[in-house]
Each structure stands twice: as structure tokens, then as C-alpha cells.
């Protein structure tokens, strides 16, 4: 199985910050990996897909990069609505599997 | 959209089938993925099912006891799981593929606790 390692596990911050989280694959996921944000009580929601690819409607202050075994979702400056918990995913081999969540709390 | 059943109160040892009903979309274009939820947990990814011919893989320490399967006749996917235990109590969703198949849509979720 690929495991998938983020970090950090918490981050404080504040409206404005930009903050990167970092998820490391234990093997290459090729590309196949997706970050999700989830709010409390709430189902995943999909940001984005293949490493960098924005889902429709999510705001550009939002961006995926990496490849091979380190990628990184980045939000340029932190609003009011993005203090919630981030997981990546790989999707290349079965079975897929999610990084531990980094949750984004108010510094 | 994906709306599962609801919720439900399960003694150890038993069964329980959580349906999942697509709607909106071409049912056999998307395979259909459950994840569940500890209570205070991260995302375990549990097994999925192609909606085109009804090919299933599911996580390896649940495959004794997980069923996923299909009703293409009312677009439904159900997910049983056996044997229960207490570490099976958690919020269980459904969610399709969608782009670069990634998981783009949900369900709401169906608490199952057991006790």
C-alpha cells in the first residue's frame, strides 16, 4: 500500500496567510493524487485533482504542485471559510489511500 | 447528486447495508467509491465499484466482511459490511468519480453506530 504522510498535522494561522501543506507518498503516485478540504459534519469536498488541476468553482487562491513523491496544496491568502481540515489522496494504485488530514485552525 | 440511507444503531456481530442512489448523471460512466470516518478521524478509503460492469476491489482488511454492489435499475450502489465492531462506528460515505477521476461528488454520509 502507498502511504501517504502530510504535514503538518496542525497549522495555525490567520486571515491573510498563506500557508502551504506538504503530502508525501511512500511511493510515486504518478501525478494521481487530490486534495480535499472537510468541515466539520461535512462530506469531503474535492479542491483539487491530478497534482494541480482546480475543481470548477474552487477559488484560484488555491493551487496544487508537485510530482513524483512531494506534492503541496497552497492557499495564497487564508479567508474566513478555509480554516477547516485538508486531506490529500492518492489515486494511482489500489487501494487508494489518504494522508492523516492537516487541520488549518485560527492563530 | 448521491443521497444515501439513513442512519442506523447496530449491535456487535450484526450486518448493515447503506444505499448510495445516484441521480443526475450517466449511472455506468462513474465507478462508485465508500470511504469511511472514525469518530475525530482521518478518511479510510474501503472498496469500490465499476457502475459499467459491476467490478469490485475493496481495501484488504475489510474484504472478509465488505459486499459492494449494484441495482443499475434504480442507479443505486449499496455497501454491506458483516461482522461488526465497535471500531466500525463512523460516518460512511459513498462518492463517484468524476474529474480525472478523482472523487468529485459525495453523498451526505450515514452514521452507523455500533453498540
Known amino acids: 500500500d502507498i502511504q501517504m504522510t502530510q504535514s503538518p498535522s496542525t497549522l495555525s494561522a490567520s486571515v491573510g496567510d498563506r500557508v502551504t501543506i506538504t503530502c508525501r507518498a511512500s511511493?510515486?503516485?504518478?501525478?494521481?493524487l487530490a486534495w480535499f478540504q472537510q468541515k466539520p459534519g461535512k462530506a469531503p469536498k474535492l479542491l483539487i485533482s491530478k497534482a494541480s488541476v482546480l475543481e470548477t468553482g474552487v477559488p484560484p487562491r488555491f493551487s496544487g504542485r508537485g510530482s513524483g513523491t512531494d506534492f503541496t496544496l497552497t492557499i495564497t491568502s487564508l479567508q474566513p471559510d478555509d480554516f477547516a481540515t485538508y486531506y490529500c489522496q492518492q489515486y494511482n494504485h489500489y487501494p487508494w489511500t489518504f494522508g492523516q488530514g492537516t487541520r488549518v485552525e485560527v492563530k | 447528486q448521491l443521497v444515501q440511507s439513513g442512519g442506523e444503531v447496530k449491535k456487535p456481530g450484526a450486518s448493515v447495508k447503506v444505499s448510495c442512489r445516484a441521480s443526475g448523471y450517466r449511472f455506468h460512466l462513474y465507478g462508485i467509491h465508500w470511504v469511511r470516518q472514525a469518530p475525530g478521524q482521518g478518511l479510510e478509503w474501503m472498496g469500490w465499484?465499476?457502475?459499467?460492469?459491476?467490478?469490485?476491489d475493496y481495501e484488504q482488511k475489510l474484504q472478509d466482511r465488505v459486499i459492494i454492489s449494484k441495482d443499475t435499475s434504480t442507479t443505486t450502489v449499496y455497501m454491506e459490511l458483516r461482522g461488526l465492531r465497535s471500531g466500525d462506528t463512523g460516518v460512511y460515505y459513498c462518492?463517484?468519480?468524476?474529474?480525472?477521476?478523482?472523487?468529485?461528488?459525495w453523498g451526505q454520509g450515514t452514521i452507523i453506530t455500533v453498540s
Open positions: 462518492a463517484s468519480e468524476g474529474t480525472y477521476t478523482a472523487l468529485s461528488l
Open positions: 465499484i465499476s457502475t459499467y460492469n459491476g467490478n469490485t
Open positions: 511511493q510515486s503516485p504518478d501525478s494521481w
